[in-house]
């Protein structure tokens, strides 16, 4: 559906990106996350042309973006929806008014355009608030206003800026919620730009990490959870963790066969061995759960529990006593 | 003081001068309203359009409307009336009376309503813009339908400044031969010593700016 091909951008001297190659099939639920200023809304702004590009190119459905004239490109936007952080809504029109406004833009009839406001008002669960103005609603009400709106034109792509990041966690889950519906429903592909992680790990089906502009790691999602490559820890911070001085410590990655079976205390028992548990996550992915659980062994044991790892495929890794993960893992 | 006599006199100064007054103040403001706004819109939208932030960023075209905005508003009205009356003279035939007043009104109005709603419309949230754009919407439609529409409460509130200032300003025009209630409180009533005159013109200057004001803060909060 989107393949971007050595994409650059700069403005003024500052390289915005640098490089970018990424592909995204039809019908995904794509990630592209980043600290602030990695270039991940400039690129979501090159999709639909909001933003213009250097170098390379950016083909959606068959379609150079950078060829379209002025004209084309309005054509060519009908196709693709956007959401934003802080909704964009007309204070001053009713919420009907709001979702409408594209589809006055193009001269739709009035039948046409009362039919389609209810029909999406009833899909994002809000059709009571039909008259009301958006000071009236909450966060979360607004986004899905703003979302109703996007897909006013039956868009094939869908792209989601910061869509949840001015709202809680709680109501950002029903965002996100309502975006999986909207794919799997509708069969929209949809690229999502964030920083929050929940968000990447409940929809998002592949993502890719950005860097100063380049694309670190990508992949789905899973994958790039259960390798915690160096992009990812700097995303998401080094952990505090509260390590022992003495023995080993070890980080063993939970993927879906593992998280299922309680391999910890099978393996306390089969090797007779005692050790610590440190700490320990589980998220919820799209699909599943994948986690971690950092454990601390004596020394004398590290070979005995090295060989059991490798037996029963367990994906593990050291941890220094400054928080960073050793090279030598299994 | 206020005896029979008094009345009877009041109102025959009324009835010839200041009434008659009344009405060429308002005609010069509403005839100097209409224009200005017209002008000064056209002016804002072109503003809007060309700015550094705007729809098409258009240095050359925004400096050279910069910089006839901010010439004419560097003129105090007054100087203005005065400095322009050869061109009044040449557009309207003459520089004195209601007629020759409007057209110096109306230079230094629409400059006025021209930055202040360049600056209502830059206030326009960026995202919102870019929201119309994402859906196809023309320049003229993320105008129109965007940045006019969302402005429309503080669109209100300077016409409702605009007008009191220009109700203030056509007695300045009065000053130099522009008729209505500023010429009529200056000569009837400061020049000849008549303070029943003086004080009844400023009476009704007081009526007009408080019931314009009431309405534009009547229509402001409406259009919430």
């Given at each position: 559906?989107?393949e971007i091909?050595?994409?650059?951008?700069?403005?003024g001297?500052?390289?915005v990106?640098?490089?970018?190659?990424?592909?995204?099939?039809?019908?995904?639920?794509?990630?592209?996350?980043?600290?602030?200023?990695?270039?991940?809304?400039?690129?979501?702004?090159?999709?639909?042309?909001l933003?213009?590009?250097d170098?390379g190119?950016?083909?959606?459905?068959?379609?150079?973006v950078?060829?379209?004239?002025?004209?084309?490109?309005?054509?060519?936007?009908?196709?693709?929806?956007?959401?934003?952080?802080?909704?964009?809504?007309?204070n001053?029109?009713?919420?009907y008014d709001?979702i409408?406004?594209?589809?006055?833009c193009w001269?739709y009839?009035?039948?046409?355009?009362d039919?389609k406001?209810?029909?999406?008002?009833?899909?994002?669960?809000?059709?009571?608030k039909?008259n009301?103005k958006?000071?009236?609603?909450?966060?979360?009400?607004k986004?899905?206003?703003a979302?109703?709106?996007a897909?006013?034109?039956?868009?094939?792509?869908?792209?989601?800026?910061?869509?949840?990041?001015?709202?809680?966690?709680?109501?950002?889950?029903?965002?996100?919620?309502?975006?999986?519906?909207?794919?799997?429903?509708l069969?929209?592909?949809i690229?999502?730009?964030?920083?929050q992680?929940?968000?990447?790990?409940?929809?998002?089906?592949?993502?890719?990490?950005?860097?100063?502009g380049?694309v670190?790691?990508?992949?789905?999602?899973?994958?790039?959870?259960?390798?915690?490559?160096?992009a990812l820890k700097?995303?998401?911070?080094?952990?505090?963790?509260?390590?022992?001085?003495?023995g080993?410590?070890?980080?063993?990655?939970?993927?879906r066969?593992?998280?299922?079976?309680?391999?910890i205390t099978?393996?306390?028992?089969?090797?007779?061995i005692?050790f610590?548990?440190?700490?320990?996550?589980?998220d919820?992915?799209r699909?599943?759960k994948l986690?971690?659980?950092?454990i601390?062994?004596?020394?004398?044991?590290?070979?005995?529990v090295k060989?059991?790892?490798?037996?029963?495929?367990?994906?593990?890794?050291?941890?220094?006593?400054?928080?960073?993960?050793?090279?030598?893992?299994? | 003081?206020?005896s029979?006599?008094f009345?009877?006199e009041?109102?025959k100064y009324?009835d010839k001068?200041?009434?008659?007054?009344?009405?060429?103040?308002?005609r010069?403001?509403?005839?100097?309203?209409?224009?200005?706004?017209?002008?000064?819109?056209?002016?804002?939208?072109l503003?809007?359009?060309?700015?550094?932030?705007?729809?098409?960023?258009?240095?050359?075209?925004?400096?050279?409307?910069?910089?006839?905005?901010n010439?004419?508003?560097?003129f105090?009205a007054?100087?203005?009336?005065?400095?322009?009356?050869?061109?009044?003279?040449?557009?309207?035939?003459?520089t004195?009376?209601?007629?020759?007043a409007i057209?110096p009104?109306t230079?230094?109005?629409?400059?006025f309503?021209?930055?202040l709603?360049?600056?209502?419309?830059?206030?326009?949230?960026?995202q919102?813009?870019?929201?119309?754009?994402s859906?196809?919407?023309?320049?003229?439609?993320?105008?129109?339908?965007?940045?006019?529409?969302?402005s429309?409460p503080?669109?209100?509130?300077?016409a409702?400044?605009?007008?009191?200032?220009?109700?203030?300003?056509?007695?300045?025009?009065?000053?130099?031969?522009?008729?209505g209630?500023?010429?009529?409180?200056?000569?009837?009533?400061?020049?000849s010593f008549?303070?029943?005159?003086l004080?009844?013109?400023?009476f009704i200057?007081f009526?007009?700016?408080?019931v314009?004001?009431?309405?534009?803060?009547?229509?402001?909060?409406?259009?919430?």
């Amino acid at each position: 559906m989107i393949e971007i091909k050595e994409l650059t951008k700069s403005f003024g001297d500052l390289q915005v990106l640098n490089g970018i190659n990424i592909d995204i099939p039809r019908g995904m639920i794509y990630g592209l996350v980043g600290r602030s200023g990695a270039g991940k809304s400039t690129l979501l702004r090159c999709i639909n042309g909001l933003e213009t590009y250097d170098e390379g190119s950016l083909v959606v459905d068959g379609v150079d973006v950078k060829s379209l004239s002025r004209k084309d490109i309005r054509e060519f936007r009908k196709d693709i929806g956007m959401i934003f952080q802080q909704f964009s809504l007309l204070n001053r029109l009713t919420v009907y008014d709001n979702i409408a406004l594209p589809l006055t833009c193009w001269k739709y009839s009035n039948s046409y355009i009362d039919h389609k406001v209810k029909e999406l008002l009833e899909m994002i669960g809000i059709p009571d608030k039909i008259n009301a103005k958006p000071r009236e609603l909450s966060g979360g009400q607004k986004q899905r206003v703003a979302i109703a709106r996007a897909l006013t034109m039956n868009p094939k792509l869908l792209l989601c800026d910061e869509a949840t990041s001015a709202l809680d966690p709680k109501t950002a889950k029903s965002i996100t919620a309502l975006l999986n519906q909207i794919n799997q429903d509708l069969g929209i592909t949809i690229v999502i730009v964030t920083h929050q992680m929940p968000v990447l790990r409940s929809v998002c089906e592949e993502i890719a990490i950005l860097e100063s502009g380049k694309v670190e790691v990508s992949g789905p999602v899973e994958q790039v959870f259960l390798q915690q490559p160096q992009a990812l820890k700097n995303l998401i911070g080094q952990e505090d963790l509260l390590l022992m001085e003495e023995g080993i410590n070890i980080k063993i990655l939970l993927s879906r066969e593992i998280s299922s079976q309680p391999v910890i205390t099978k393996m306390a028992r089969e090797l007779a061995i005692d050790f610590m548990v440190l700490g320990g996550e589980m998220d919820n992915f799209r699909n599943n759960k994948l986690g971690s659980i950092i454990i601390n062994i004596p020394s004398e044991h590290l070979n005995q529990v090295k060989k059991y790892f490798a037996d029963n495929n367990v994906i593990w890794e050291f941890i220094e006593r400054n928080g960073q993960s050793s090279a030598e893992a299994g | 003081m206020f005896s029979n006599e008094f009345w009877i006199e009041w109102l025959k100064y009324f009835d010839k001068i200041v009434g008659p007054a009344v009405f060429a103040t308002m005609r010069m403001v509403g005839a100097t309203m209409i224009l200005a706004f017209i002008i000064g819109f056209g002016f804002a939208i072109l503003l809007a359009i060309y700015g550094p932030q705007g729809l098409r960023p258009k240095k050359k075209i925004y400096n050279v409307l910069e910089f006839i905005v901010n010439t004419t508003r560097s003129f105090p009205a007054l100087i203005l009336i005065v400095a322009i009356s050869p061109i009044t003279r040449m557009v309207v035939g003459t520089t004195i009376g209601e007629t020759a007043a409007i057209f110096p009104l109306t230079i230094a109005g629409a400059a006025f309503i021209a930055r202040l709603l360049e600056n209502s419309f830059k206030e326009v949230d960026m995202q919102l813009i870019e929201a119309a754009r994402s859906f196809g919407a023309s320049d003229m439609q993320i105008i129109f339908k965007v940045m006019v529409k969302e402005s429309i409460p503080s669109i209100i509130s300077i016409a409702t400044l605009a007008l009191i200032g220009f109700i203030a300003t056509s007695t300045l025009a009065g000053a130099v031969g522009g008729g209505g209630l500023g010429a009529v409180a200056l000569n009837y009533g400061y020049q000849s010593f008549n303070n029943s005159i003086l004080y009844t013109s400023v009476f009704i200057l007081f009526i007009m700016v408080q019931v314009v004001q009431s309405v534009g803060n009547w229509w402001y909060k409406k259009s919430l």
